[in-house]
């Protein structure tokens, strides 16, 4: 399984990234377990307050991520 990360604001400059490709030998994966591998990955980002969407939809933890999924992590923002 291949997924698309995105990270924006405040998650980009801790990742120096905007975008990444992430392999799984698994089939799918949970959001909640995709947020340990990035934390593992990037640790700056624990101590940060961001929401997770896949494919464009605000996901809880509990959400299923599949094969070409795009997975958005976003800093905190207000409307207006």
Known sequence: ???TLKYFGLLADI???KEEQFAFEEET???SALKSKIESSYQSIQNTN???AV???ISSL???IKDQDIIAF???FAGG
């Open 15 to 17: 990742t120096q990234l």
């Open 62 to 64: 509990q959400t299923t």
């Open 74 to 76: 976003l800093p905190p």
């Open 50 to 52: 961001y929401t997770i």
């Open 29 to 31: 994966i949970s959001v």
């Open 55 to 57: 494919n464009q939809a």
């Open 1 to 3: 399984m291949t997924i």
